[in-house]
């Protein structure tokens, strides 16, 4: 049998899109950024940065690593800010991620793996949302 082999570099870069599309998109933005331009340029692309799940699910909610998370707080995400429009979060990271820069064009928050009441409280530390009306949250 003939020994194949693929060379990344040299895909175009819309083969090498379909592809990444088949993996998480926290993978290829924490694997491919900084690591060339193209490949920075490609994993910053609305497909892998429009909406984004920064937590890990395997039959229950985990957060993402230390040294994954501080790289995506620190770098990452002030980096790709604009494209955000939406941000799936757990709560121990949640403080991290929301202050790691302005997040302009967001329209959705989910929150998981929290109570109604804690995501008021956090929410409402972070945004400083006035609840005034916090009752008509609860009961729905």
């Not at 990452?76 to 799936?88: A, G, R, S, T, V």
């Amino acid at each position: 049998m003939e020994d194949l082999s693929l060379n990344l570099n040299a895909l175009p870069d819309e083969i090498l899109i379909f592809i990444l599309k088949k993996l998480d998109h926290v993978e290829v933005l924490y694997s491919l950024t900084g690591v060339n331009k193209r490949r920075t340029t490609i994993a910053h692309d609305s497909i892998f940065t429009s909406h984004l799940t920064l937590y890990f699910s395997d039959k229950c909610i985990k957060p993402l690593p230390d040294p994954i998370l501080d790289r995506f707080c620190s770098q990452i995400l002030p980096e790709i800010h604009p494209k955000i429009e939406w941000l799936n979060l757990e709560p121990t990271s949640m403080e991290c991620i929301l202050c790691a820069t302005n997040y302009l064009y967001l329209y959705g928050l989910g929150l998981y793996g929290v109570s109604i009441e804690q995501a008021i409280f956090l929410t409402g530390r972070l945004f400083h949302f006035n609840y005034v009306n916090s009752e008509s949250v609860r009961s729905k």
